[in-house]
């Protein structure tokens, strides 16, 4: 039995992937393609997919010998792992002249002629002096900074170093992993226990750091309303995990049923959905009397402006762009809900 609903799982997920993929959302379809395979490492398709989303030569190298691995005489993977290998080392070619001089981002190592605390190439935020810009990076090179974690992980791991440990939380944190990046800041603070800047800032994310939810919390119930069977498994697995009961609903018109009958602490809600969008829901919740002051967060694959706008417009009180990592979700979801009960 188990197996049967790993086997539904790994479909689900390449299937949402690829049409992620075909959408021009490739760090979504990533994402869903890395847990594919995790299912499933014997499905040559995975892997395939997973090269073709991939931002950088060496992981479609690496990902593309997984698909030889299983069928050495696949032609995709083959001619693939041709163009892939040029293209890795054209950077290697361009890149290694630039390690001579200058500052290098230590996650991606490209060189620069001075320090930056955003690094142009790899998107990710180098200082703890913005914590709120830190965590809610959007627009961090996830495979990169992932790349950026096993090379560290590997360097030195059984040492207290203090730029070691400080680089991996400022990795975890630019994927908003802050139950990681609090260990790593643990460790460095080891390595320099006088470091006042550290603890203040040590504290500040304990202060917020997600953790298991006990007593009348474990009561909390979160509404999540996407069509995306997916998203609404993923979303389940991280709340449930943290003690949080949730229910589902796979269209608007089947979301306000269930609001009705159950009157949940928060709404996660899709945007784009059949017979009536987010939008729509989301102005007849805060229309109301007795659902009006739920707070609703709504979902979107685009990081727009205009989205926002429009989601403020009609009530929401936030917006979360997937994909999204799961302590991310956990943070949003205890933000709004402590909100709510101010």
Not at 9 to 16: A, G, I, N, S, T
Not at 139 to 160: C, P, T, Y
Not at 208 to 233: F, M, Q
Request: charged letters at 30%; proline letters at 4%.
């Amino acid at each position: 039995m188990y197996l049967v609903l790993s086997e539904d799982m790994f479909h689900v997920l390449l299937k949402e992937g690829i049409v992620a993929a075909k959408g021009g959302n490739k760090a979504f379809a990533y994402q869903l393609f890395q847990k594919a395979t995790k299912i499933n490492p014997d499905d040559e398709l995975g892997w395939l997919w997973l090269a073709g989303v991939s931002e950088s030569p060496q992981e479609a190298v690496e990902y593309l010998k997984q698909v030889l691995a299983i069928n050495p005489a696949n032609e995709h993977a083959i001619s693939g792992l041709k163009w892939a290998k040029e293209k890795l080392a054209e950077v290697q070619e361009k890149h290694e002249p630039e390690k001579k001089a200058g500052w290098n981002c230590p996650l991606c190592l490209t060189s620069f002629p001075a320090q930056l605390t955003v690094c142009r190439s790899c998107g990710s935020v180098l200082t703890l002096s913005d914590m709120d810009a830190l965590m809610r990076n959007k627009g961090a090179k996830k495979s990169i900074i992932f790349e950026a974690i096993e090379r560290l992980q590997d360097n030195g791991k059984d040492v207290i170093d203090f730029d070691r440990h400080y680089t991996l939380a400022l990795a975890y944190l630019n994927l908003g992993q802050i139950k990681d990046g609090i260990i790593q800041l643990r460790q460095a603070l080891r390595a320099r226990p006088e470091d006042n800047f550290l603890k203040m800032r040590l504290d500040e994310l304990t202060r917020i750091e997600p953790t298991g939810l006990e007593g009348e919390s474990r009561r909390i119930t979160v509404l999540v309303v996407d069509d995306s069977p997916t998203i609404r498994r993923l979303v389940e697995i991280t709340l449930e995990r943290e003690g949080y009961r949730v229910i589902a609903a796979a269209d608007g018109q089947e979301g306000l049923d269930r609001i009705r009958d159950e009157l949940p602490d928060l709404v996660l809600l899709d945007i784009t959905m059949p017979r009536m969008n987010g939008y729509q829901l989301c102005k007849t919740i805060k229309a109301e009397g007795e659902t009006a002051n739920i707070p609703v967060i709504m979902l979107s694959g685009k990081d727009d402006v205009a989205d926002k706008e429009m989601g403020r417009k009609v009530g929401s009180s936030g917006y979360i762009t997937k994909p999204f990592e799961p302590d991310e979700l956990v943070m949003y979801v205890r933000t709004y809900i402590n909100h709510a009960d101010d």
